[in-house]
């Protein structure tokens, strides 16, 4: 019996790691993880040892900067995780990581190789897209999808044989050497796989100077979510995805994968049972592929399951004939569609997304009709983007339909990523002062309706390219109060408690959100910096 021992950073929901654990547990191996860090969003100043600025959120409050995943563990956390796998005997520790996981992984494996001289494997979207950087620091990587290729490793350990022969494996030898072995077909019959382990005895988690055996920390969404993946793979290829980096490894094969809903179903009817009530992300990368599907899982859900979920869709797959079914699911509470840009320069030539504005915009119709609430990801700060660019973002956003809300990240150029390509070479055109005025008013729109005449004032102010921070503390009110609305309604769905006190104060916070939307009061805050503005140059030239 082979024991390997995955330890995860910063994300204790961990979906692909339970799998490889559930896989080698079902095939008579010990497998087992450790959460080292729980999720947590940290200004990107707090971290900087572990991080490299890659993977920025944008804060609609203040326009800072987040880092959503790493920070420096505790000295005396690293001394529970040797603790720990001294215990557990591993034959081979696995750290699965992305990207921005790396500097984490690197002082990891490094401490772990010093004290207790276990082999480490790294494996994930990082090894799989820069597997010529991780070797150098891990002794094997793992490509692509693992499932199969993590039996064979642990068969070659119950035989006392070498890695150097299996498919996904990279291994270097003590002279340097580093043997490459191809990477084996994706998996076909998602069926087959177990579902990813949720068992306390197979789970730890080190955080908060202490170590906790299966119980998550009480902060952590892992006791009020649940993941759930119903199909892999993507039909697109966007350039900043890891998904698009899957598509050339495996150029040729078929690449979106189903389950049946049976098993999908029976995955959810087990968690139903382990947790009692849970909020449900589906990870799909678009869910809304096949109407008959949707249709399928929004009846059989409410019938079996009936807990609230959220999915993700894509401008050219939001028909009006598959949201409908979500529509009518008292269970469907949002969804997420990715823009990420709507110019030609960086949304078509750069990312190579072939959607239309008047797709996009037709498909925020379909949601606004049928009520659907509904976030939006923009991506921003693009090497090469242009004013121009920034400004058919704007008036995208202008033509959609209230409510709806953004999420608005940084470009991250991930290694080897066909975006890198894209970008080389490009300067940054849009000063950073003013990308803050940008992303300030993508934010804005939401609330606001702003005239042309409003948004060439503010992008012509001076002051305002001196001081953003003015438009970002606006969004800061206005974040706060939508905030507390969908907590509200997030609580309303998993308590009857209170109900109608929970009510009275989400009526009274959509009242204080009409108040601050109106025009007048939008016209009066530009009239009042513009006025500050022009008093200080004229104090300046008394003085």
Same mark, same amino acid.
């Given at each position: 019996?082979?024991?390997?021992?995955? /330890?995860?950073? $910063?994300?204790?929901?961990?979906?692909?790691?339970?799998? @490889?654990?559930?896989?080698?547990?079902?095939?008579?191996?010990?497998?087992?993880? /450790?959460?080292?860090?729980?999720?947590?969003?940290?200004?990107?100043?707090?971290?900087?040892?572990?991080?490299?600025?890659?993977?920025?959120?944008?804060?609609?409050?203040?326009?800072?900067?987040?880092?959503?995943?790493?920070?420096?563990?505790?000295?005396?956390?690293?001394?529970?995780?040797?603790?720990?796998?001294?215990?557990?005997?591993?034959?081979?520790?696995?750290?699965?990581?992305?990207?921005? +996981?790396?500097?984490?992984?690197?002082?990891?494996?490094?401490?772990?190789?010093?004290?207790?001289?276990?082999?480490?494997?790294?494996?994930?979207?990082?090894?799989?897209?820069?597997?010529?950087?991780?070797?150098?620091?891990?002794?094997?990587?793992?490509?692509?999808?693992?499932?199969?290729?993590?039996?064979?490793?642990?068969?070659?350990?119950?035989?006392?044989?070498?890695?150097?022969?299996?498919?996904?494996?990279?291994?270097?030898?003590?002279?340097?050497?580093? /043997?490459?072995?191809?990477?084996?077909?994706?998996?076909?019959?998602?069926?087959?796989?177990?579902?990813?382990?949720?068992?306390?005895?197979?789970?730890?988690? /080190?955080?908060?100077?202490?170590?906790?055996?299966?119980?998550?920390?009480?902060?952590?969404?892992?006791?009020?979510? $649940?993941?759930?993946?119903?199909?892999?793979?993507?039909? $697109?290829?966007?350039?900043?995805?890891?998904?698009?980096?899957?598509?050339?490894?495996?150029?040729?094969?078929?690449?979106?994968?189903?389950?049946?809903?049976?098993?999908?179903?029976?995955?959810?009817?087990?968690?139903?049972?382990?947790?009692?009530?849970?909020?449900?992300?589906?990870?799909?990368?678009?869910?809304?592929?096949?109407?008959?599907?949707?249709?399928?899982?929004?009846?059989?859900?409410?019938?079996?399951?009936?807990?609230?979920?959220?999915?993700?869709?894509?401008?050219?797959?939001?028909?009006?004939?598959?949201?409908?079914?979500?529509?009518?699911?008292?269970?469907?509470?949002?969804?997420?569609?990715?823009?990420?840009?709507?110019?030609?320069?960086?949304?078509?030539?750069?990312?190579?997304?072939?959607?239309?504005?008047?797709?996009?915009?037709?498909?925020?119709?379909?949601?606004?009709?049928?009520?659907?609430?509904?976030?939006?990801?923009?991506?921003?700060?693009?090497?090469?983007?242009?004013?121009?660019?920034?400004?058919?973002?704007?008036?995208?956003?202008?033509?959609?339909?209230?409510?709806?809300?953004?999420?608005?990240?940084?470009?991250?150029?991930?290694?080897?990523?066909?975006?890198?390509?894209?970008?080389?070479?490009?300067?940054?055109?849009?000063?950073?002062?003013?990308?803050?005025?940008?992303?300030?008013?993508?934010?804005?729109?939401?609330?606001?309706?702003?005239?042309?005449?409003?948004?060439?004032?503010?992008?012509?102010?001076?002051?305002?390219?001196?001081?953003?921070?003015? @438009?970002?503390?606006?969004?800061?009110?206005?974040?706060?109060?939508?905030?507390?609305?969908?907590?509200?309604?997030? +609580?309303?769905?998993?308590?009857?408690?209170?109900?109608?006190?929970?009510?009275?104060?989400?009526?009274?916070?959509?009242?204080?959100?009409?108040?601050?939307?109106?025009?007048?009061?939008?016209?009066?805050?530009?009239?009042?910096?513009?006025?500050?503005?022009?008093?200080?140059?004229?104090?300046?030239?008394?003085?």
């Amino acid at each position: 019996m082979a024991r390997i021992a995955f /330890i995860t950073l $910063y994300d204790e929901f961990a979906h692909g790691t339970r799998l @490889l654990v559930a896989n080698l547990k079902k095939h008579g191996h010990f497998a087992c993880m /450790i959460c080292f860090k729980s999720y947590s969003q940290e200004p990107l100043s707090n971290v900087k040892e572990l991080y490299d600025g890659m993977h920025i959120q944008v804060l609609p409050g203040t326009g800072d900067n987040i880092n959503a995943y790493s920070y420096p563990p505790l000295q005396k956390e690293d001394q529970i995780l040797l603790d720990l796998l001294r215990r557990l005997k591993p034959d081979l520790v696995g750290i699965p990581l992305t990207c921005v +996981q790396k500097m984490a992984a690197r002082r990891l494996t490094a401490l772990i190789r010093k004290e207790l001289g276990v082999p480490i494997m790294w494996g994930g979207a990082h090894p799989t897209t820069a597997p010529d950087e991780c070797i150098q620091y891990a002794d094997y990587v793992c490509r692509g999808e693992a499932e199969e290729a993590l039996l064979d490793v642990a068969r070659q350990i119950n035989a006392g044989e070498p890695f150097t022969d299996i498919k996904n494996i990279w291994t270097r030898l003590p002279s340097g050497e580093v /043997i490459k072995n191809v990477e084996r077909p994706m998996t076909d019959d998602l069926d087959s796989l177990p579902f990813p382990d949720y068992s306390k005895e197979s789970i730890f988690f /080190i955080d908060n100077g202490e170590l906790r055996c299966g119980v998550p920390f009480p902060e952590s969404a892992l006791n009020s979510n $649940y993941l759930v993946m119903t199909t892999r793979g993507c039909p $697109y290829a966007c350039t900043y995805c890891y998904q698009s980096y899957l598509k050339t490894l495996y150029k040729g094969k078929k690449f979106v994968r189903e389950r049946s809903l049976d098993n999908a179903l029976e995955e959810l009817r087990q968690a139903k049972k382990r947790m009692g009530h849970f909020y449900l992300e589906i990870l799909d990368n678009i869910f809304t592929l096949k109407e008959s599907r949707v249709e399928e899982f929004c009846r059989r859900y409410h019938e079996e399951i009936d807990e609230p979920f959220w999915c993700y869709t894509h401008p050219r797959c939001c028909k009006e004939n598959v949201i409908r079914h979500l529509a009518t699911s008292p269970n469907f509470e949002y969804m997420i569609m990715g823009v990420e840009s709507v110019s030609n320069h960086i949304g078509v030539d750069v990312f190579h997304r072939k959607q239309t504005p008047d797709e996009i915009v037709e498909a925020a119709k379909i949601l606004n009709k049928y009520k659907i609430n509904v976030n939006y990801d923009f991506i921003t700060n693009v090497p090469g983007e242009t004013e121009e660019d920034c400004r058919q973002n704007l008036d995208l956003l202008r033509r959609f339909p209230k409510p709806f809300r953004i999420r608005l990240s940084k470009l991250s150029l991930f290694p080897n990523y066909e975006v890198q390509k894209e970008t080389e070479g490009q300067k940054r055109v849009v000063t950073e002062k003013h990308y803050r005025i940008w992303n300030a008013l993508y934010f804005l729109i939401q609330e606001i309706d702003f005239t042309d005449e409003q948004l060439e004032a503010i992008l012509s102010s001076p002051f305002f390219e001196e001081h953003p921070e003015f @438009l970002e503390n606006l969004n800061k009110v206005f974040d706060c109060q939508w905030k507390e609305i969908f907590e509200l309604r997030v +609580q309303n769905k998993l308590k009857n408690a209170e109900l109608e006190v929970r009510r009275e104060r989400e009526n009274n916070l959509n009242g204080n959100l009409a108040r601050l939307m109106g025009q007048k009061g939008m016209k009066q805050f530009l009239w009042l910096h513009e006025s500050a503005y022009r008093a200080k140059k004229r104090l300046k030239g008394i003085f």
